[in-house]
């Protein structure tokens, strides 16, 4: 019989806050921009904001899940080494498409499906960096286009973090009052920001 474990970290090293009227938001040393972040709507007490960095040539996405509440939230982030975070690209006639992590489809053996728990404590952040070269669109047939370049044609990239009953079912996760719902930051691309599915700004 398969034994699942999960492994807990806590998250209480980074707090977000706001830099006075400069508007610039604080995680650890580094400043970002507040309007540059494409926050989501708050969701039981947890928001998702997306920030696309520049130099597309090797650009990341940085995605922030932050606790907006009063209260500890515990997060089901990852599995393995992969974060639970989804992303869709829009292209310009605004079609849809689902993009994946390239690490997924590696051999998995061992830890690498080791599902991750982390507790944020009220205010606090926790970071994700995405090299778009890293997450591709996979077509039914021919070969998959990384996001840099669907980036680069014009195409649009949110980003999404999703909890069922259902996913910490199938994946072992023992219920310890686990953060549960889906929540979809806005909309952005090299050229302008939309304002994406209940995208707002903090």
């Known amino acids: 019989m398969a034994i699942m474990a999960t492994v807990t970290r806590r ?17 650890g040393s580094r400043l970002y921009a507040e ?5 989501s709507s708050a969701v ?23 606790n907006v509440a009063s209260t500890p939230k515990a997060l089901f982030v ?43 404590n009220p205010g606090v952040a926790r970071k994700s960096t995405f090299a778009v070269e890293d997450l591709l669109y ?19 990239v949110r980003a999404a973090f999703e909890v069922t009953e259902q996913q910490l079912k199938d994946s072992g996760v023992l219920p310890e009052d686990l ?5 979809v930051s806005g909309e952005t691309s090299l050229n302008r920001t939309y304002p ?3 995208a707002r700004k903090e």
């Open 11 to 27: 998250r209480d090293l980074f707090p977000i806050s706001v830099a006075g009227a400069f508007g610039l938001l604080a995680l």
């Open 35 to 39: 309007e540059a972040i494409r926050w």
């Open 44 to 66: 039981n007490g947890l928001s998702i904001g997306l920030h696309l960095e520049p130099g597309l040539s090797h650009g990341h996405l940085l995605i922030f899940l932050k």
């Open 78 to 120: 990852s599995v393995g080494d992969v974060p639970r975070i989804e992303f869709t690209a829009t292209i310009p006639d605004r079609k849809e498409f689902a993009i994946r992590d390239r690490r997924i489809y590696r051999p998995c053996a061992g830890l690498c499906d080791l599902p991750l728990t982390e507790h944020l």
């Open 138 to 156: 996979v077509p039914p047939q021919g070969q998959y286009i990384n996001l840099g370049i669907l980036l680069r044609q014009g195409s649009s």
């Open 179 to 183: 953060w549960l719902g889906r929540v």
């Open 196 to 198: 994406g599915p209940g």
